[in-house]
T-cell receptor, first 115, second 114 residues
């Protein structure tokens, strides 16, 4: 079974600064996908970024980037130039390849951006 | 596109009552997922469907929970009888197989069982 661990329950960052959220996972699979989802106070789950395990290049989406370390099974999210709207819970998630695979989520981390 | 639609947004009921949560996936998507979110257990997958067929219901907590997808545009999650420990936010998500494509989440239904 796959597991996803987010060991930090909460973090705080000053507006305009950079913050990194940690995530580790455990799997014996070689073909899989990793995701970061954002859940603001509105409760809406929003996909932030996705990484395919077969790609060596780290995914980037505007101010969001990941540090994917496959051997270490680590998948951290870096948010640059933090904005007040980044305040939310962030969930790391894992999915094996294949047509009928499913997402396994970590417990989440609450990020607060201070003005 | 209206996104994934869930109803009701909030439901308060008494223990023992039947609760039905509804979901309309995004048109054209062929996979649908039901999740439950609580403080204690986080976000859990309850069941998911591919082309209206249940693929994996191993996350359904017990026989009091049932889910149906009679057609590509509608799904229900039913709890009968409801218990206070069922209080949670229930999310529906839809996507396009293979599932590693993005799943689009609905706004959730906050269920409170008194």
């Amino acid at each position: 079974a796959q597991t996803v661990t987010q060991s930090q329950p909460e973090m705080s960052v000053q507006e305009a600064e950079t913050v990194t959220l940690s995530c580790t996972y455990d799997t014996s699979e070689n073909n899989y996908y990793l995701f970061w989802y954002k859940q603001p106070p509105s409760r809406q789950m929003i996909l932030v970024i996705r990484q395919e395990a077969y790609k060596q290049q780290n995914a980037t989406e505007n101010r969001f980037s990941v540090n994917f370390q496959k051997a270490a099974k680590s998948f951290s999210l870096k948010i640059s130039d933090s904005q007040l709207g980044d305040t939310a819970m962030y969930f790391c998630a894992f999915m094996t390849g294949g047509a009928n695979s499913k997402l396994t989520f970590g417990k989440g981390i609450t990020l607060s951006v201070r003005p | 596109d209206a996104g994934v639609i869930q109803s009701p947004r909030h439901e308060v009921t008494e223990m023992g009552q039947e609760v039905t949560l509804r979901c309309k996936p995004i048109s054209g998507h062929n996979s649908l997922f039901w999740y439950r979110q609580t403080m204690m257990r986080g976000l859990e997958l309850l069941i998911y469907f591919n082309n209206n067929v249940p693929i994996d219901d191993s996350g359904m907590p017990e026989d009091r929970f049932s889910a149906k997808m009679p057609n590509a545009s509608f799904s229900t999650l039913k709890i009968q009888p409801s218990e206070p420990r069922d209080s949670a936010v229930y999310f529906c998500a839809s996507g396009w197989t293979p599932s590693y494509n993005e799943q689009f989440f609905g706004p959730g239904t906050r269920l409170t069982v008194l």
